[in-house]
T-cell receptor, first 116, second 114 residues
Framework: AQKVTQAQTEISVVEKEDVTLDCVYE???????LFWYKQPPSGELVFLIR??????QNEISGRYSWNFQKSTSSFNFTITASQVVDSAVYFC?????????????FGQGTTLQVKP | NAGVTQTPKFQVLKTGQSMTLQCAQD?????MSWYRQDPGMGLRLIHYSVGAGITDQGEVPNGYNVSRSTTEDFPLRLLSAAPSQTSVYFC?????????????FGEGSWLTVV
């Protein structure tokens, strides 16, 4: 069975602090995709990143970086120099690569509050 | 770019009423799906479709019906609304090819059943 665990329910930081959101997943599939989505207070789901299970390179996009470690089944997300606009709920998700039916397995989400 | 469009954005229903949440995408995506979001539970799959005329159940299908008569549209029907269906509903779509399995979501529909 597939499962995604985001153990941190809520995180509160002060602006300019770095913050890491943890994501641990379980799957028996050898090929899969991992995602991060952001849900700001307005409610929409914003796609942030997709990672193929064969690609363990870390990725950096501006203040955002992702650390994918297959050995520990983790796909952690770090925001450097956080800003108030980063306040949102962040979801980690998992899907099969082949025979995919559009089914994403979501974690419970981590609510990040960045205080000025 | 319209992407995935959901209507209505907000709806209040009385128990036992029926309604349809509309979803349309203009990206020619083969796959479409409906999720519901509840506090502390992330998003859970209700129904999905791999193409026009083909639908299947997800994790939490009870109380919901879907159909897929065209590639663009994937409505979600609540036949007899119950308070347990109070939730935020997201329609999503994806295509294969260079984007792989990235799934794009609509803006959400907030449904309250009283």
């Amino acid at each position: 069975a597939q499962k995604v665990t985001q153990a941190q329910t809520e995180i509160s930081v002060v602006e300019k602090e770095d913050v890491t959101l943890d994501c641990v997943y379980e799957t028996r599939d050898t090929t899969y995709y991992l995602f991060w989505y952001k849900q700001p207070p307005s409610g929409e789901l914003v796609f942030l990143i997709r990672r193929n299970s064969f690609d363990e390179q870390n990725e950096i996009s501006g203040r955002y970086s992702w650390n994918f470690q297959k050995s520990t089944s983790s796909f952690n997300f770090t925001i450097t120099a956080s800003q108030v606009v980063d306040s949102a709920v962040y979801f980690c998700a998992l899907t099969k690569k082949t025979g995919n039916t559009g089914k994403l397995i979501f974690g419970q989400g981590t609510t990040l509050q960045v205080k000025p | 770019n319209a992407g995935v469009t959901q209507t209505p954005k907000f709806q209040v229903l009385k128990t036992g009423q029926s309604m349809t949440l509309q979803c349309a995408q203009d990206m020619n995506h083969e796959y479409m799906s409906w999720y519901r979001q509840d506090p502390g539970m992330g998003l859970r799959l209700i129904h999905y479709s791999v193409g026009a005329g083909i639908t299947d159940q997800g994790e939490v299908p009870n109380g919901y019906n879907v159909s897929r008569s065209t590639t663009e549209d994937f409505p979600l029907r609540l036949l007899s609304a119950a308070p347990s269906q109070t939730s935020v509903y997201f329609c999503a779509s994806r295509r294969t090819g260079t984007e792989g399995n990235t799934i794009y979501f609509g803006e959400g529909s907030w449904l309250t059943v009283v």
